[in-house]
């Protein structure tokens, strides 16, 4: 008996990534980032939409203020309205960085949105670590990152995990209650064997649950960085994972197609059942 089903559909991502649950509209949402296409999954009856952007789309998140979307582009963050679709763009945190885009984001307990860059190129270490909050305020916290990746936080809000793909680590921050981080320490180095530490989410238990880039699974760490278990998937290159559902009690992972052997499975969206809870996701505040 399989541990995980594969999402029906026509197509396969070439670089499926951050799966988001929105319970406002009952919707998984995810996006391909090579592929320039936004997703959503409907879970009551399993309806699949999608919406193909006019640029590379890395991230999406809710806003509190608006039923629009902040979405992470290529180019900076914008509002995304879906049904007419309109995007409005409101900044561009890396003017003078013209060979990065956006990868990965998360909103934290205070509604503030974390996310981090990467040269689009995999040539230089450009990526960056920010957070943007309600008023608009950006901050960059870190800098010097091969692939930026991860963000998520301890279940109290107290610290933010990242990680530097590129370089198999996963970092931890003291998040501070003014928006401000302490002192970067080591959380995790992924073994020899394991891939590359991808995205991750925090299940309600405070554990880790992090995707293999290259190492075909996601696998669940305990809050001292101890693996506790794997799920093993049918993909070379897992992307993501996140908590769905009205209980948060489904975990759906994403997958790419790249730089695999093309079969069936790379690109495609898994669900698992992860045993335990995650925690609800958080709207951005501005």
């Excluded at 009952?26 to 391909?32: E, I, K, T, Y």
Aim: one cysteine or more; hydrophobic letters at 35%; glycine letters at 12%.
């Amino acid at each position: 008996m399989t541990n995980f089903r594969i999402v029906a559909r026509p197509t396969r991502d070439l670089l499926g990534e951050g799966p988001y649950w929105s319970a406002r509209a009952g919707a998984l949402f995810w996006v391909d980032i090579m592929g320039a296409r936004l997703w959503a999954l409907t879970l009551a009856n399993d309806r699949l939409r999608n919406w193909p952007m006019p640029e590379k789309i890395c991230w999406v998140v809710e806003q509190a203020v608006s039923d629009n979307l902040l979405a992470g582009f290529k180019s900076g963050i914008a509002d995304l309205a879906l049904e007419p679709m309109a995007i409005r763009p409101r900044l561009a945190p890396e003017p003078d960085r013209p060979h990065n885009r956006l990868n990965d984001a998360k909103v934290d307990p205070a509604g503030r949105l974390w996310f981090g860059s990467k040269d689009d190129r995999d040539q230089e270490a450009s990526g960056a670590f920010y957070s943007l909050d309600g008023k608009g305020r950006l901050r960059r916290h870190d800098d010097g990152y091969l692939v930026t990746n991860g963000p998520t936080f301890s279940p109290e809000g107290d610290y933010v995990y990242h990680t530097d793909s590129g370089r198999g680590r996963v970092y931890r921050f003291p998040l501070h209650a003014d928006g401000t981080l302490g002192e970067r320490s080591l959380f995790l180095q992924f073994e020899d064997g394991w891939g590359a530490p991808d995205g991750m989410t925090t299940d309600a238990e405070g554990y880790l649950w992090i995707a293999h880039w290259g190492g075909g699974r996601v696998s669940r760490f305990d809050p001292r960085g101890r693996l506790d278990r794997s799920v093993p998937l049918p993909a070379t290159n897992i992307t993501s994972c996140t908590f769905a559902g009205p209980g948060l009690d489904r975990m759906f992972v994403t997958s790419a197609s790249v730089d695999t052997d093309g079969g069936e499975a790379q690109g495609a969206l898994f669900e698992i059942d992860p045993g335990v809870t995650g925690l609800a996701p958080i709207a951005f505040g501005g």
